[in-house]
């Protein structure tokens, strides 16, 4: 799904799936599960939400939790091929028009025993479409979204795949099969809905309980499916309220309709800010069956005193930020294993071009040739191999510089992606003199560069200070705007450029679509171009033959605007004792968690 945040940018592995048939996940032999057995795991930042679909709960470090704790349809592997998972299946019913049917298992169950069916899915289109909303934005100065007013409807969030189902679904009398139609063909169909931590969405009957005050779960469902048919603004706006913010809790709530879930886990205890514990459901009656009985995350930003805990045996695996600090740390005790490997982020340099700054047309009367004279001028001052080579390189030594803005090195079209996309041509290296000729040919005096990150991250404050020394050469004047909220400043006009990474949760040839597309919501920086967006319209559309020549088409028109650049894959290093078997990371969210029913600990 191409959600409008932090964690959802781009596909950074092949655009083709493999898709194969296997046992549901943990449908095995069980016979091994430890009695009792209680795993700790550390992690960097807390649990805040049920919902992973809204600006605040689209993050990892909810995911992993909501994916423990939730069935889905589908689910990637360590290989990044797409399996079926436990919830029911999906099936393309038509291709012309476009028609993809969910049915639900028989035992497929909220924890409260009503049935998980097509009202929740149902719901999660209207959340996620962005179709019933009345107002493109309704979101305080600081991101947070607003409550609406009994006629504003606005669902926090907004992916492609949901937004192309106009009309509502068909629903079968049992509520165990829903169908979309699609207003045009989609490439990625088979992701649009019940992927990974996501699942099925919130219960739809909660939501209908609290926004309508509906107690009865069946009435409830018919609820939100009336309210979802007849558009009926009133109602929306309740229901919106309570699925942007009504599941949001950072301790154990009192109301425990907000822990209801539909999968193996269930939540026991949160302390704020210190640990959250899940323990296997008795009352679960799907496929999956965990071997382990208990898990418990705990919360430490600091990766060193993560390494620590894992040495003094608090905890027993863990993902903290990599550094070579972190990785000598976690080398050295005996018993642990450590596997580097690239991760599911990359960072990126991002330009702003709508800000009346040094980048944007405006400061040059409107000559759009010379604002792209000064990104390409930035662009040749940007140090990326010595970034690699010494903040990244330490930690993972077959790590390269990446020149693609969709595709993972490695991939299987990221060679032919980057033999024609021309950033590997134009910015492998620093070239001071073509900069200073570049921006000789602008003429006048440039304003100054404002470069927003997160100054509090060590591995950015190092990339921040190799970036400002190299383009302080070619005669650039540098402002540090670095700020610990920075996630709360994107797209607000205070800052040239922006150093973040994109996270990636599927492989879909799509997923790049709110990145660069005009006005979407990825689209920070205010680029646009109609030849990109028409690339874009086609990738919708696109099959395996001609994925890679339209990603060519889009990266190359992204070069050549000066949109930014790539500039490496996020080293991950997972760090495990010994005594916990099957541990395995997948790059896409939720990484190590994605085989849990799989952990054993001895």
Known sequence: ???????????????????????????????????????????????????????????????????????????????????????????????????????????????????????????????????????????????????????????????????????????????????????????DW??????GADGVGVPAHIVAKKALGEEDPAAGKQAILDAIKNKDT????????????????????????????????????????????????????GPVKPKVDTITVRYNGDPMAMVQAVENGEVDMTQPQATADVLSAAEGIDGVTVDAADGATYEHVDFTFDNNGPFDPKSYGGDEEKAKKVRQAFLKTVPRAEIVD???????????????????????????IVNGN????????????????????????????????DNTNSRRQQEFQLIKESAEKAGFKIEDVGDVNWGTRLGD???DLSLFGWQSEDTGITSSDANYRTGAQNNYGGYSNEKVDKILDEMLTADEANAEKLSIDLEKQLTDDAFGAPIFQFP???????????????????TMFWNYWEWEKN
């Open 190 to 195: 088979e992701l649009t809905f019940g992927v």
């Open 422 to 453: 021309g950033m590997k041509a134009d910015y492998s290296d620093v070239n001071t003199d073509e900069a200073k000729k570049l921006l000789d040919e602008v003429g006048g005096e440039i304003k100054p560069v404002r470069i927003m990150y």
């Open 572 to 590: 991950e290093l997972t760090i495990y004792n010994d005594s916990v078997k099957n541990v395995k990371s997948t790059s896409v969210s939720p």
């Open 493 to 495: 006009g205070t800052y």
């Open 390 to 416: 010494k903040i990244i390189k330490p930690l993972n030594e077959n790590a390269v510089v990446r020149d693609s803005f969709t595709q993972v090195p490695g991939s299987p079209m990221y060679d032919g």
């Open 234 to 285: 009133a109602a929306l706006s309740k229901i919106s309220n309570v699925w942007n913010t009504g599941f949001d809790f950072t301790s154990m709530p009192d109301d425990e309709d907000l822990l209801v879930h539909n999968g193996p886990y269930k939540i026991t205890d949160f302390q704020e800010g210190q640990y959250i514990t899940v323990q296997k459901d008795e009352n679960y009656s």
């Open 1 to 187: 799904m191409n959600k409008r945040f932090l964690a959802a940018g781009a596909s950074v592995a092949a655009a083709a799936m493999v898709l194969s048939a296997c046992t549901p996940p943990g449908g095995g032999n069980d016979d091994q599960a430890s009695e009792n057995s209680i795993l700790n795991i550390g992690w960097n930042e807390s649990f805040r939400s049920m919902n992973t679909m809204t600006a605040n709960g689209n993050a990892v470090s909810n995911a992993i939790l909501t994916y423990m704790m939730n069935d889905n349809f589908k689910y990637y592997d360590e290989n990044l091929e797409l399996q079926d998972g436990s919830l029911g299946s999906v099936e393309r019913v038509s291709e012309d028009p476009l028609k993809v049917k969910y049915t639900f298992n028989d035992n497929a169950k909220w924890s409260d025993g009503t049935p998980v069916d097509a009202a929740d899915l149902a719901l999660t289109w209207a959340g996620t479409s962005a179709n019933f909303n009345t107002v493109d934005s309704n979101n305080n100065d600081d991101g947070t979204v607003k409550e609406n007013d009994e006629s504003t409807v606005y669902f926090d969030s907004s992916s492609i795949g949901p937004a192309l189902i106009k009309d509502f679904p068909e629903v079968s009398e049992d509520g165990k099969e829903i169908t979309f139609e699609y207003s045009k063909p989609f490439a």
